[in-house]
């Protein structure tokens, strides 16, 4: 059973540019969530989407979206990117009845911004 | 902030000895899950623990709740080189969204 990818894995850009990344969860699993995780804040929620409807979302400038497609997969966007956007980006799917094992996290994407 | 904190930030320990790592939180829950994350990679669930249960046991993890001191242990025993890594605990407060704690970074010397 594939695990969660996210594409790229490395990502370079420029401040003010604007970035897309991507989530494929696994199969069967409908709810995808995203984290930010950087040295001084931590982990820190961004968003979660299920069946293409956001249903939570953190406390992120609306510089941070997302959507969900018809097939679970996600993409995360981050529109004029700014230096303090450099973070691993982490998403990680789930479905319902399956809490008891938890999120499974993809390995991430690493954006640099510059 | 709801977010957890982990106590230490960092622990360095001898194979074979045990590491013990703790959680805080501050506010109700329904469960609690500690994770694992090898460096700048995902995270790995190891084990989830309820509310209502104060103690679960998986391999050489052993996870305690406290709820009313809102506080989680995470100890690992016959520590390995390969359990080197950073330890979250993350609590659950509305549907599928989780607050992550600060994280220990255990290192574990051969």
């Known amino acids: 059973k594939a695990g969660v990818t996210q594409t790229p894995r490395y990502l370079i850009k420029t401040r003010g540019q604007q970035v897309t990344l991507s989530c494929s969860p696994i199969?069967?699993?409908?709810?995808v969530s995203w984290y930010q995780q950087t040295p001084g804040q931590g982990l820190q929620f961004l968003f979660e989407?299920?069946?293409?409807?956001?249903?939570n979302k953190g406390n992120f400038p609306g510089r941070f979206s997302g959507r969900q497609f018809s097939n679970s997969r996600s993409e995360m966007n981050v529109s004029t990117l700014e230096l303090g956007d450099s973070a691993l980006y982490l998403c990680?799917?789930?479905?319902?009845?399956?809490?008891?094992?938890?999120?499974?996290f993809g390995s991430g994407t690493r954006l640099t911004v510059v | 902030s709801q977010q957890g904190e982990e106590d230490p930030q960092a622990l360095s320990i001898q194979e074979g000895e045990n590491a013990t790592m703790n959680c805080s939180y501050k506010?109700?829950?329904?469960?609690l899950q500690w994770y694992r994350q090898n460096s700048g990679r995902g995270l790995v669930h190891l084990i989830l623990?309820?509310?209502?249960?104060r103690e679960k046991h998986s391999g050489r993890l052993r996870v305690t709740l406290d709820t009313s001191k809102k506080s989680s242990s995470l100890l690992i025993t016959a520590s390995r080189a390969a359990d080197t890594a950073s330890y979250f605990c993350?609590?659950?407060?509305?549907?599928?969204?989780?607050?992550f704690g600060t994280g220990t970074s255990l290192t574990v010397i051969p």
């Open positions: 506010t109700s829950i329904n469960n």
């Open positions: 989407y299920f069946s293409e409807t956001q249903r």
């Open positions: 990680a799917s789930s479905t319902p009845g399956q809490g008891i094992y938890g999120y499974t």
């Open positions: 623990i309820r509310s209502n249960e």
């Open positions: 993350a609590t659950d407060l509305a549907g599928n969204q989780f607050y």
């Open positions: 199969s069967g699993h409908r709810s």
